[in-house]
């Protein structure tokens, strides 16, 4: 035994109690299966037959109560108690017949006060309801008659005691079966606390006992005792499990050497790590402020060569030949998009420099400004501008309504050709985020080209065919950033475009309990007019 394995010592337990408690199981499943007949017999058979054979001594006595009150009254509405009870005789022998199919003595007993009443009938109840007047009824009515009716009520009694024997009989099986019922399920409660008993005992002899002594020499060299060695008692499992830890308390002792060296490189790396860090922190403030000041002054200059190049458009228009007034037309072109592009630049340098703080701001609120910027594109596309139950968020409102009006601007700009422009921006709450939707029904976006739109001065198309400097989704990003969002593009859409980008809940706002799950879509809500939170802007 005490070779023997914590497993097999387990299962061997396991098996003998198994085996027991099957083998109780299939007795007392035998032992119910009589209980549950012996029920069903009482239930089924003696209630019915004991009832049955009550209401046919009491259809007996009125066909004799109706046959004697006829002969003394020679009224014919007497009868009808003898009529009644002849059709409940039949109705209730017809009864008690198929629960009779197993009790022949029983059967025999009915057989008996049937042919009984069959004779009463013959010779005293038939001729007394045919007889021509009351003085001949009465003649039938005699001590004979009464002794014959007697027997028949007799032959009922002996059959009301055979139907009680027999339920006191099923009575005593049901509760025998039952009270071995009990004692099987007191037997198998025996052999379960046996069972848990011994395995207490067992388990803390071979499991609890080893584990506790291994556990407190684990504690030692946790302690800093590398050098101790860690030895098992117990099952097999336990003492390989024991040379297993001690063959890790050496190889952690060897390594131990090694973890100073390896602790000194890692504070000189972290140390490195940290300063290029802090350049990186430099740097990137340094480039933000030379985009910041280069930005700001090339606007002087520039404005002076867009200003000339102007100047000559107008005065010497036509006055020069084509080719002058087409190098012309090219430098003001040129001179505005390098303005428009500087600003943009300043724009994007501006993110998170100046901050006024955030503040609670209502992006339905934002949208009627978007909208009012973006109303001259729309009314020129022909397009129309929808948005509904938009949260209210912490932020700056000047920098979400510049991120929600390049959105919009950039769905309304990439439109289909010969389709009017649909802008639908909503939102729902995910966990702690709320999810805003900008879609369209333009030309949409290749899932391969899904993220560098936000690359600053990506295009996907030239300028001829979209004009734009092509900052105006990366100023959307840093925008969401600075807010602590994220933004992309749904490549799933169907149709046009679906732009998403996350905003954090304001804490302990009150939470809407119909808020649709992560992995269902947003509802879709049709335009309309009326007030219930959802606005239209058309052109």
């Not at 009832?51 to 259809?59: D, I, K, R, V, Y």
């Not at 025998?176 to 052999?191: M, R």
């Amino acid at each position: 035994m005490r070779t023997w394995t914590l497993r097999r010592r387990l299962v061997t337990l396991t098996t003998l109690v198994g085996v027991v408690l099957v083998l109780i199981a299939v007795v007392a499943a035998t032992v119910a299966a009589q209980n549950r007949n012996h029920l069903d017999t009482l239930l089924d058979k003696t209630g019915p037959l004991r009832t049955s054979a009550q209401g046919l001594q009491t259809a007996l006595l009125n066909q004799e109560t109706g046959v004697r009150g006829y002969a003394v009254s020679g009224d014919r509405n007497d009868l009808v108690p003898y009529t009644e009870g002849v059709a409940a005789e039949q109705r209730l022998v017809a009864v008690m017949r198929p629960l009779l199919d197993d009790e022949p003595d029983i059967a025999r007993q009915l057989d008996r006060i049937e042919e009984q009443a069959a004779a009463w009938r013959s010779s005293v109840a038939e001729p007394v309801v045919s007889a021509p007047d009351v003085a001949t009824a009465r003649s039938f009515i005699t001590d004979q008659a009464r002794q014959r009716f007697d027997e028949m009520r007799a032959s009922l009694d002996e059959l009301q005691r055979q139907m009680l024997e027999l339920r006191d009989t099923v009575a005593g099986k049901a509760r025998e079966t039952g009270n071995t019922l009990v004692f099987l399920l007191v037997v198998a409660a025996a052999v379960i606390i046996v069972a848990g008993v011994a395995l207490l005992v067992s388990l803390n002899r071979v499991v609890i006992g080893p584990v506790t002594d291994l556990a407190d020499q684990v504690r030692d060299v946790r302690a800093g005792d590398y050098q101790r060695k860690i030895t098992g008692i117990g099952p097999p499992e336990l003492s390989r499990l024991a040379a297993d830890i001690d063959a890790m308390r050496e190889q952690i002792a060897a390594d131990l050497s090694e973890v100073g060296a390896a602790r000194e490189r890692i504070e000189w790396v972290n140390g490195q790590l940290q300063r290029q860090a802090e350049e990186l922190i430099r740097s990137n403030r340094d480039l933000e402020q030379f985009a910041y000041v280069a930005s700001h002054d090339l606007q002087e200059p520039l404005r002076k060569v867009a200003s000339f190049c102007q100047l000559l458009q107008r005065r010497y228009a036509g006055q020069l030949d084509e080719r002058a007034d087409q190098y012309i037309a090219f430098a003001v072109d040129g001179a505005q998009r390098m303005q428009r592009l500087i600003n943009d630049l300043l724009a994007f340098s501006r993110i998170g420099r100046a901050t006024a703080g955030f503040t609670e701001i209502d992006l339905d609120r934002v949208m009627v400004q978007v909208s009012s910027q973006t109303e001259s594109a729309r009314e020129y596309a022909g397009g129309e501008l929808v948005f509904h139950d938009l949260p209210t968020v912490l932020g700056e409102e000047a920098l979400l309504t510049n991120l929600l009006t390049n959105l919009v601007s950039n769905s309304i700009k990439f439109r289909r050709p010969g389709v009017a422009p649909r802008v639908e921006v909503s939102a729902r709450q995910i966990g702690e985020e709320w999810e805003i939707s900008c879609a369209d029904n333009g030309i949409g976006v290749e899932p391969e080209f899904a993220d560098k739109i936000f690359v600053i001065f990506q295009r996907l198309h030239s300028k001829d065919a979209y004009p734009g400097t092509g900052i105006g989704l990366a100023i959307a990003k840093k925008i969401v950033e600075y807010h602590g969002g994220r933004i992309w593009v749904d490549v799933d859409a169907t149709e046009g475009t679906i732009i998403r980008f996350t905003l954090p809940v304001i804490a302990d706002a009150p939470t809407d309990d119909d808020t649709p799950e992560a992995d269902q879509p947003p509802a879709q809500a049709e335009p309309t007019h009326d007030t219930t939170g959802v606005k239209e802007v058309a052109a």
